[in-house]
């Protein structure tokens, strides 16, 4: 019984690890890579969601979490919505209007 509660509890664990929140449910996931780390990332309408995929622990995260955003989305990060910890962050966007 030991090995069935630590395989389910490791499944528990692996499957949360990348999933958006309940705003970005059933919305695609981008992927997306900058300077090495790899990001999924969710948009519905103003606002994205980006959550690293990887492990790393190296300097810059934050910057590109936001660089991965704007890449993936197409948008502009309004100023002073990004917030965030290195595993996931959100931000509000500022988007071009589309063309006529």
């Given amino acids: 019984m030991t090995r069935l509660s630590l ?3 490791v499944l528990a664990c692996v499957t949360g690890c ?3 929140g309940l705003q970005f ?3 695609p996931a981008v992927e997306v890579t900058v300077d090495g780390s790899r990001f999924s990332v ?3 309408g103003d606002t994205a969601q980006a959550i690293r995929t990887n492990m790393e622990r190296r300097p ?3 910057h ?3 660089r991965a955003i704007e890449q993936a ?3 502009a990060i309004r100023p002073g919505t990004f917030t965030g910890d290195p595993a996931l962050v959100t931000a509000r966007l500022t988007c071009p209007d589309p063309p006529s």
Avoid: Q, V
């Fill in 64 to 66: 590109r979490a936001y």
């Fill in 25 to 27: 449910a059933g919305r």
């Fill in 73 to 75: 989305t197409g948008c």
């Fill in 7 to 9: 395989f389910l509890c």
């Fill in 60 to 62: 810059g995260i934050m």
């Fill in 18 to 20: 990348a999933s958006p």
């Fill in 42 to 44: 969710w948009r519905n």
